[in-house]
């Protein structure tokens, strides 16, 4: 899958951290992409569409699983799915052209491409201090069904995000959590 992409590290509740202008970054260049249709460039099989939600990758250097009692540690890609059709051409014509019309530097965004491999997942409903409760879960039925987790350096944390956290009391938040998982060794 392709993606928009900026990484950073930091606590994503920061006001003025990375996280936040990141996410400003993203949505500056998937609306350019979204609305290419209605100036000069013209992106091949292109269809209207949604743009699709807001996902990151989240990690800790040194730490196993994630340490939510230590936020400032993060280290993160945000992200949001290209439509197929999109190449990298159109993504630096977005860069270019959002760059020029918003005057804004968008040169932290990359075009990213990800094969996400076998996976567990599950709908977290609650706030994202809540989640080690749904990925514990998540990880025992992994296990329970012959698998084992497969967190590297290349297969990250996963968190689509169906809510607006400005929109959206926490308790009511819903994300969807994804860890790479392997076939366990006693799974054979």
């Known amino acids: 899958m392709n993606y928009i992409a900026v990484r950073g590290k930091g606590n994503p509740n920061d006001e003025n951290g990375e996280y936040k202008e990141s996410i ?12 290419s249709y209605k100036g000069e460039h013209k ?20 730490v196993d699983s994630i340490d939510y009692a230590h ?15 999109v190449t990298q051409k159109d993504f630096e014509w977005a860069i270019a052209e959002a760059t020029k019309k918003k ?5 932290k965004v ?4 990800y094969n996400e491999g076998l996976c567990v997942q599950c709908m977290h409903v609650g706030s994202y ?28 944390h996963h968190e ?3 809510s607006d956290p400005r929109k959206c009391e926490p308790a009511k938040l819903k ?14």
């Open 24 to 35: 400003g970054l993203l949505y500056g260049i998937a609306f350019t992409i979204k609305m």
């Open 71 to 85: 936020k400032e540690n993060f280290e993160w890609i945000s992200l949001i799915r290209l439509p197929d059709f």
């Open 103 to 107: 005057k804004t530097d968008f040169s």
């Open 110 to 113: 990359e075009f990213f491409t």
């Open 129 to 156: 201090d809540d989640e080690p409760a749904t990925v514990a879960a998540m990880h025992e039925y992994a296990e329970q069904n012959g698998y084992e987790l497969d967190i590297t350096d290349a297969r990250y």
């Open 175 to 188: 994300t969807v959590v994804r860890h790479p998982i392997k076939r366990g060794c006693y799974g054979e």
């Open 160 to 162: 689509i995000y169906l």
């Open 43 to 62: 992106i091949d099989g292109y269809f209207e569409y949604v743009v699709p939600p807001l996902e990151g990758f989240w990690w800790q250097n040194g």
